[in-house]
């Protein structure tokens, strides 16, 4: 009796009614779309593709970066050359989108990584490899309206 009542907390890390929205899915998963939504700064962009997959490969359960990948999409981007003003505004636009990002906004991307970063990946193909979907912490409804997230470093010169 004790191993059920603990299978069925484990299965409610959230609340349930997020499930349905927890797709690989643009469609249906509003989060995804945005994340998907082009920046009106190439370099904003690339920022944002790279604090997405720090985060899914760090934050989601199982994920993984694929550090090859990584640094491939960054040498093709432009990310290291990146400097002064151009690093700044790039910076600015891309962080913006991770204002308001909180447990619900993690538990969306991590379902949707495999249409972000898998072989067929929307935003960079093989840069993180999906894992379970879901976040690695539990999720604490007195404490999911903000997540603190490291700030990205400038790259080295």
């Not at 009542?5 to 890390?13: F, I, P, Q, R």
């Not at 290291?80 to 990002?101: I, S, T």
Request: proline share 8%; aromatic share 12%; charged share 20%.
């Amino acid at each position: 009796m004790t191993v059920s009542s603990a299978v069925s907390a484990a299965a409610e890390d959230f609340p349930a009614y997020w499930r349905k929205t927890m797709t690989n899915d643009p469609s249906t998963n509003f989060y995804l779309a945005q994340a998907l939504k082009p920046l009106p700064n190439k370099d904003a962009e690339t920022i944002r593709v790279l604090r997405l997959s720090l985060i899914a490969g760090s934050l989601c359960l199982g994920a993984t970066i694929n550090t090859r990948t990584g640094e491939a999409f960054l040498q093709q981007a432009g990310y290291h050359r990146l400097r002064g003003k151009a690093w700044d505004e790039a910076a600015f636009l891309a962080n913006d989108w991770f204002k308001y990002f909180n447990y619900r906004s993690l538990a969306h991307l991590c379902a949707g990584i495999d249409y972000m970063f898998g072989p067929e990946g929307k935003l960079a193909p093989n840069l993180v490899k999906p894992g379970k979907g879901e976040p690695k912490g539990s999720y604490d409804p007195l404490d999911s309206y903000y997540m603190r997230l490291p700030p990205l470093r400038k790259p080295n010169g």
